[in-house]
Protein backbone atom coordinates (compact mmCIF):
# COMPACT_ATOMS: atom_id res chain seq x y z
CA UNK A 1 0.00 0.00 0.00
CA UNK A 2 2.52 2.39 0.80
CA UNK A 3 4.96 1.86 -2.49
CA UNK A 4 2.18 2.36 -4.21
CA UNK A 5 0.89 5.08 -3.37
CA UNK A 6 4.34 6.79 -3.13
CA UNK A 7 4.55 5.47 -6.88
CA UNK A 8 1.81 7.19 -7.65
CA UNK A 9 2.99 10.67 -5.56
CA UNK A 10 6.52 10.13 -7.68
CA UNK A 11 4.72 9.84 -10.89
CA UNK A 12 2.27 12.34 -10.91
CA UNK A 13 4.93 15.28 -9.63
CA UNK A 14 7.00 13.88 -12.61
CA UNK A 15 4.90 14.72 -15.51
CA UNK A 16 3.32 17.49 -14.02
CA UNK A 17 6.67 19.19 -13.87
CA UNK A 18 8.18 17.61 -17.34
CA UNK A 19 4.65 19.14 -19.01
CA UNK A 20 4.98 22.31 -16.99
CA UNK A 21 8.85 22.99 -17.86
CA UNK A 22 7.92 22.03 -21.62
CA UNK A 23 5.40 24.36 -22.29
CA UNK A 24 5.53 27.46 -19.25
CA UNK A 25 8.53 29.31 -20.59
CA UNK A 26 6.94 29.18 -24.27
CA UNK A 27 4.06 30.45 -23.10
CA UNK A 28 5.94 33.40 -20.71
CA UNK A 29 8.05 34.50 -23.69
CA UNK A 30 4.96 34.88 -25.55
CA UNK A 31 3.32 37.46 -23.02
CA UNK A 32 6.38 39.40 -21.68
CA UNK A 33 7.62 42.58 -22.79
CA UNK A 34 11.15 43.41 -20.80
CA UNK A 35 13.41 41.42 -18.00
CA UNK A 36 11.49 41.94 -15.20
CA UNK A 37 8.27 40.98 -16.70
CA UNK A 38 9.90 37.95 -17.39
CA UNK A 39 10.82 37.50 -13.68
CA UNK A 40 7.97 38.58 -12.34
CA UNK A 41 6.00 35.46 -14.39
CA UNK A 42 8.26 33.21 -13.46
CA UNK A 43 7.93 33.77 -9.86
CA UNK A 44 3.64 33.33 -10.64
CA UNK A 45 5.16 30.56 -12.80
CA UNK A 46 7.11 28.28 -9.91
CA UNK A 47 3.69 29.12 -7.73
CA UNK A 48 1.04 28.14 -9.87
CA UNK A 49 3.46 24.95 -10.15
CA UNK A 50 3.50 24.68 -6.23
CA UNK A 51 -0.72 25.19 -6.39
CA UNK A 52 -1.29 22.60 -8.86
CA UNK A 53 1.14 19.56 -7.73
CA UNK A 54 -0.28 20.32 -3.98
CA UNK A 55 -4.09 20.15 -5.20
CA UNK A 56 -3.33 16.42 -7.25
CA UNK A 57 -1.33 15.24 -4.42
CA UNK A 58 -4.31 16.06 -1.50
CA UNK A 59 -6.29 14.76 -4.05
CA UNK A 60 -4.35 11.40 -4.31
CA UNK A 61 -3.60 11.67 -0.67
CA UNK A 62 -7.48 12.20 0.49
CA UNK A 63 -8.29 8.96 -2.11
CA UNK A 64 -6.21 6.73 -0.29
CA UNK A 65 -7.47 7.97 3.19
CA UNK A 66 -11.20 7.20 2.39
CA UNK A 67 -10.23 4.21 0.74
CA UNK A 68 -7.96 2.65 3.85
CA UNK A 69 -10.73 4.28 5.77
CA UNK A 70 -13.45 1.98 4.13
CA UNK A 71 -11.38 -1.38 4.24
CA UNK A 72 -10.40 -0.32 7.89
CA UNK A 73 -14.26 -0.01 8.25
CA UNK A 74 -15.18 -3.42 6.23
CA UNK A 75 -12.48 -5.33 8.50
CA UNK A 76 -13.84 -4.71 11.87
CA UNK A 77 -17.65 -5.05 10.34
CA UNK A 78 -15.70 -8.59 9.13
CA UNK A 79 -14.22 -9.14 12.88
CA UNK A 80 -17.15 -8.35 14.49
CA UNK A 81 -19.57 -10.40 12.46
CA UNK A 82 -16.38 -13.27 12.74
CA UNK A 83 -16.89 -13.04 16.72
CA UNK A 84 -20.78 -13.41 16.92
CA UNK A 85 -20.50 -16.19 14.73
CA UNK A 86 -17.62 -17.74 16.93
CA UNK A 87 -20.02 -16.97 20.01
CA UNK A 88 -22.96 -18.15 18.18
CA UNK A 89 -21.21 -21.51 16.67
CA UNK A 90 -19.76 -22.26 20.32
CA UNK A 91 -23.41 -21.50 22.20
CA UNK A 92 -24.88 -24.12 19.19
CA UNK A 93 -21.96 -26.67 20.04
CA UNK A 94 -22.53 -26.47 23.47
CA UNK A 95 -26.37 -26.41 23.66
CA UNK A 96 -25.59 -29.47 20.78
CA UNK A 97 -23.93 -31.37 23.22
CA UNK A 98 -26.80 -31.04 25.28
CA UNK A 99 -29.79 -32.05 22.83
CA UNK A 100 -27.74 -35.00 21.49
CA UNK A 101 -27.06 -36.19 25.25
CA UNK A 102 -30.17 -36.10 26.40
CA UNK A 103 -32.01 -38.83 24.20
CA UNK A 104 -29.39 -40.99 23.68
CA UNK A 105 -29.35 -41.06 27.86
CA UNK A 106 -32.65 -41.82 27.58
CA UNK A 107 -32.25 -44.24 24.85
CA UNK A 108 -29.16 -46.14 26.86
CA UNK A 109 -30.90 -45.59 30.23
CA UNK A 110 -34.30 -47.56 28.76
CA UNK A 111 -32.54 -50.09 26.78
CA UNK A 112 -31.07 -51.19 30.42
CA UNK A 113 -34.54 -51.34 32.21
CA UNK A 114 -35.71 -53.52 29.56
CA UNK A 115 -32.88 -56.34 30.83
CA UNK A 116 -34.06 -55.99 34.57
CA UNK A 117 -36.64 -58.93 35.51
CA UNK A 118 -38.24 -56.77 37.93
CA UNK A 119 -40.27 -54.44 35.40
CA UNK A 120 -43.47 -56.30 34.11
CA UNK A 121 -44.44 -56.24 30.18
CA UNK A 122 -46.77 -53.17 30.74
CA UNK A 123 -43.54 -50.90 32.35
CA UNK A 124 -41.09 -52.46 29.55
CA UNK A 125 -43.81 -51.33 26.59
CA UNK A 126 -43.70 -47.74 28.24
CA UNK A 127 -39.54 -48.11 28.27
CA UNK A 128 -39.88 -48.91 24.74
CA UNK A 129 -42.52 -46.05 23.89
CA UNK A 130 -39.75 -43.55 25.66
CA UNK A 131 -36.62 -45.62 23.31
CA UNK A 132 -38.96 -44.68 20.38
CA UNK A 133 -39.70 -40.96 21.13
CA UNK A 134 -35.80 -40.22 21.99
CA UNK A 135 -34.69 -42.33 18.47
CA UNK A 136 -36.97 -40.10 16.51
CA UNK A 137 -35.57 -36.76 18.69
CA UNK A 138 -31.91 -38.25 17.84
CA UNK A 139 -32.60 -38.77 14.07
CA UNK A 140 -34.31 -35.51 13.76
CA UNK A 141 -30.87 -33.70 15.44
CA UNK A 142 -29.22 -35.57 13.30
CA UNK A 143 -31.07 -34.96 10.27
CA UNK A 144 -30.92 -31.28 11.29
CA UNK A 145 -27.14 -31.27 11.26
CA UNK A 146 -26.47 -33.22 7.90
CA UNK A 147 -28.86 -30.64 6.00
CA UNK A 148 -27.27 -27.52 7.10
CA UNK A 149 -24.11 -28.95 5.99
CA UNK A 150 -25.48 -29.94 2.82
CA UNK A 151 -27.42 -26.57 2.42
CA UNK A 152 -24.14 -24.47 2.87
CA UNK A 153 -22.00 -26.62 0.30
CA UNK A 154 -24.91 -26.25 -2.35
CA UNK A 155 -25.23 -30.06 -2.14
CA UNK A 156 -28.91 -30.06 -1.84
CA UNK A 157 -30.98 -30.53 -5.01
CA UNK A 158 -34.47 -29.02 -5.37
CA UNK A 159 -36.57 -31.33 -7.91
CA UNK A 160 -39.55 -28.88 -8.21
CA UNK A 161 -42.99 -30.65 -9.13
CA UNK A 162 -46.66 -29.52 -9.47
CA UNK A 163 -48.48 -29.87 -5.88
CA UNK A 164 -52.53 -29.49 -5.58
CA UNK A 165 -51.92 -26.82 -1.99
CA UNK A 166 -55.37 -28.04 -0.53
CA UNK A 167 -54.31 -32.46 -1.09
CA UNK A 168 -50.85 -31.55 -0.03
CA UNK A 169 -52.29 -30.01 3.50
CA UNK A 170 -55.18 -32.91 3.98
CA UNK A 171 -52.58 -35.41 3.02
CA UNK A 172 -49.81 -34.51 5.67
CA UNK A 173 -53.50 -33.68 8.28
CA UNK A 174 -52.78 -37.37 9.89
CA UNK A 175 -49.40 -36.37 10.87
CA UNK A 176 -50.25 -33.05 12.18
CA UNK A 177 -53.27 -34.20 14.26
CA UNK A 178 -51.09 -36.89 15.59
CA UNK A 179 -48.75 -34.12 16.86
CA UNK A 180 -51.67 -31.97 18.18
CA UNK A 181 -53.46 -34.61 20.05
CA UNK A 182 -50.26 -36.32 21.59
CA UNK A 183 -49.92 -32.57 23.09
CA UNK A 184 -52.69 -31.79 23.70
CA UNK A 185 -53.17 -28.43 20.74
CA UNK A 186 -56.05 -27.61 18.71
CA UNK A 187 -55.61 -27.80 15.28
CA UNK A 188 -57.30 -25.17 12.49
CA UNK A 189 -57.15 -25.70 9.01
CA UNK A 190 -58.37 -23.20 7.17
CA UNK A 191 -58.45 -23.94 2.77
CA UNK A 192 -59.45 -20.81 0.86
CA UNK A 193 -62.53 -20.44 -1.79
CA UNK A 194 -62.22 -22.59 -5.02
CA UNK A 195 -58.66 -24.20 -3.52
CA UNK A 196 -59.22 -27.18 -5.16
CA UNK A 197 -57.29 -25.59 -8.33
CA UNK A 198 -55.01 -24.09 -6.25
CA UNK A 199 -51.28 -25.64 -7.55
CA UNK A 200 -47.96 -24.73 -6.25
CA UNK A 201 -43.99 -25.71 -8.09
CA UNK A 202 -42.02 -26.50 -5.53
CA UNK A 203 -40.17 -29.81 -4.07
CA UNK A 204 -42.77 -31.73 -2.48
CA UNK A 205 -40.26 -33.40 -0.06
CA UNK A 206 -38.53 -30.36 0.98
CA UNK A 207 -41.81 -28.53 1.56
CA UNK A 208 -42.89 -31.05 4.47
CA UNK A 209 -39.79 -30.28 6.18
CA UNK A 210 -40.56 -27.32 6.01
CA UNK A 211 -44.10 -27.61 7.14
CA UNK A 212 -42.61 -30.62 9.90
CA UNK A 213 -40.63 -27.49 11.02
CA UNK A 214 -43.29 -24.92 11.43
CA UNK A 215 -46.13 -27.32 13.14
CA UNK A 216 -43.43 -28.58 15.54
CA UNK A 217 -42.14 -25.32 16.41
CA UNK A 218 -45.75 -24.05 16.75
CA UNK A 219 -46.07 -26.98 19.18
CA UNK A 220 -43.09 -26.43 21.11
CA UNK A 221 -43.41 -22.90 21.99
CA UNK A 222 -47.24 -23.24 22.37
CA UNK A 223 -47.77 -24.75 26.04
CA UNK A 224 -51.46 -24.78 25.64
CA UNK A 225 -53.77 -23.41 22.52
CA UNK A 226 -54.55 -23.68 19.05
CA UNK A 227 -52.66 -24.31 15.78
CA UNK A 228 -53.45 -22.88 12.46
CA UNK A 229 -52.64 -23.96 9.28
CA UNK A 230 -53.67 -22.73 5.89
CA UNK A 231 -53.33 -20.84 3.01
CA UNK A 232 -54.04 -17.99 -0.13
CA UNK A 233 -53.34 -17.62 -3.82
CA UNK A 234 -51.92 -13.90 -3.84
CA UNK A 235 -50.88 -12.40 -7.66
CA UNK A 236 -48.08 -14.84 -9.01
CA UNK A 237 -47.46 -16.85 -5.80
CA UNK A 238 -49.14 -18.82 -2.96
CA UNK A 239 -48.27 -17.81 0.64
CA UNK A 240 -48.88 -20.35 3.39
CA UNK A 241 -49.08 -19.92 7.38
CA UNK A 242 -48.96 -21.70 10.59
CA UNK A 243 -49.96 -19.49 13.19
CA UNK A 244 -49.44 -20.45 16.73
CA UNK A 245 -51.22 -18.70 20.25
CA UNK A 246 -48.31 -19.45 22.17
CA UNK A 247 -45.13 -17.15 23.65
CA UNK A 248 -44.53 -15.31 20.67
CA UNK A 249 -41.09 -13.70 19.72
CA UNK A 250 -39.89 -10.46 21.09
CA UNK A 251 -38.57 -7.77 18.65
CA UNK A 252 -35.49 -8.27 19.16
CA UNK A 253 -35.51 -11.62 18.09
CA UNK A 254 -37.93 -11.31 15.32
CA UNK A 255 -35.01 -10.59 12.47
CA UNK A 256 -32.54 -13.08 13.65
CA UNK A 257 -34.56 -16.49 13.82
CA UNK A 258 -33.92 -17.37 10.63
CA UNK A 259 -30.02 -17.40 11.35
CA UNK A 260 -27.95 -20.69 11.44
CA UNK A 261 -27.61 -21.14 15.79
CA UNK A 262 -30.15 -18.31 16.10
CA UNK A 263 -32.26 -19.64 19.35
CA UNK A 264 -34.83 -17.21 20.34
CA UNK A 265 -33.12 -17.05 23.94
CA UNK A 266 -30.72 -19.31 26.33
CA UNK A 267 -33.70 -19.68 28.82
CA UNK A 268 -36.36 -20.73 26.35
CA UNK A 269 -33.75 -23.45 24.59
CA UNK A 270 -32.85 -24.40 27.80
CA UNK A 271 -36.94 -24.99 28.58
CA UNK A 272 -38.48 -26.14 25.08
CA UNK A 273 -35.24 -27.29 23.65
CA UNK A 274 -34.48 -27.39 20.35
CA UNK A 275 -31.03 -26.96 18.59
CA UNK A 276 -31.59 -23.23 16.42
CA UNK A 277 -31.36 -25.28 12.93
CA UNK A 278 -34.81 -25.53 11.92
CA UNK A 279 -35.89 -22.10 10.40
CA UNK A 280 -32.58 -21.52 9.06
CA UNK A 281 -32.97 -24.73 7.03
CA UNK A 282 -36.76 -23.55 6.27
CA UNK A 283 -35.58 -20.12 4.88
CA UNK A 284 -32.94 -22.13 2.81
CA UNK A 285 -35.08 -24.37 1.05
CA UNK A 286 -38.02 -21.84 0.40
CA UNK A 287 -35.93 -19.87 -0.90
CA UNK A 288 -33.96 -21.99 -3.23
CA UNK A 289 -37.77 -22.89 -4.20
CA UNK A 290 -37.97 -19.62 -5.36
CA UNK A 291 -40.19 -18.12 -2.26
CA UNK A 292 -39.74 -16.19 0.97
CA UNK A 293 -40.11 -16.56 4.42
CA UNK A 294 -40.94 -14.16 7.35
CA UNK A 295 -43.12 -13.85 10.67
CA UNK A 296 -45.45 -11.68 12.12
CA UNK A 297 -45.58 -11.52 16.47
CA UNK A 298 -46.47 -10.20 19.74
CA UNK A 299 -44.23 -11.73 22.46
CA UNK A 300 -46.41 -13.15 24.85
CA UNK A 301 -49.50 -13.26 22.14
CA UNK A 302 -48.01 -16.27 19.22
CA UNK A 303 -46.53 -16.78 16.43
CA UNK A 304 -47.37 -16.74 12.79
CA UNK A 305 -44.35 -17.97 9.99
CA UNK A 306 -45.96 -16.94 6.12
CA UNK A 307 -44.23 -18.58 3.14
CA UNK A 308 -44.76 -17.81 -0.38
CA UNK A 309 -43.68 -20.14 -3.44
CA UNK A 310 -44.41 -20.05 -6.96
CA UNK A 311 -48.05 -20.79 -8.09
CA UNK A 312 -48.02 -23.24 -10.90
CA UNK A 313 -50.79 -23.20 -13.99
CA UNK A 314 -49.32 -25.44 -16.43
CA UNK A 315 -50.67 -29.00 -17.40
CA UNK A 316 -48.23 -31.02 -18.65
CA UNK A 317 -46.16 -32.23 -15.33
CA UNK A 318 -46.38 -34.61 -12.19
CA UNK A 319 -48.17 -33.25 -9.46
CA UNK A 320 -48.86 -34.20 -6.01
CA UNK A 321 -52.77 -36.00 -5.12
Given at each position: ????????????????????????????????????????????????????????????????????????????????????????????????????????????????????????????????????????????????????????????????????????????????????????????????????NVFVFADVDRLMQV?????????????????????????????????????????????KIFEHFMQVEADST????????????????????????????????????????????????????
Amino acid sequence: MKNRIALQISLIYFFTGSLWILFSDQFILSRAGSGNSITVLQTYKGWFFIGITAILLFLLIRKEIITKSEIEQNLIKAKLKAEVSDRLKSAFLSNMSHEVRTPLNSIIGFSELLTDADFDEDQKKKFTQQIIRNGNNLLSIISDILDISKLESGEIKIRKIKINAQKFISNMMEQFLLQTDRNKHKLIVTFPKNSENVFVFADVDRLMQVFNNLVANAIKFTPNGSIEIGYQPKGQMVEFYVKDTGIGISDEYRNKIFEHFMQVEADSTRKYGGNGLGLAISKNLIEQMGGEIWVESTFGEGSTFYFTLPEFKGKKIQYLG
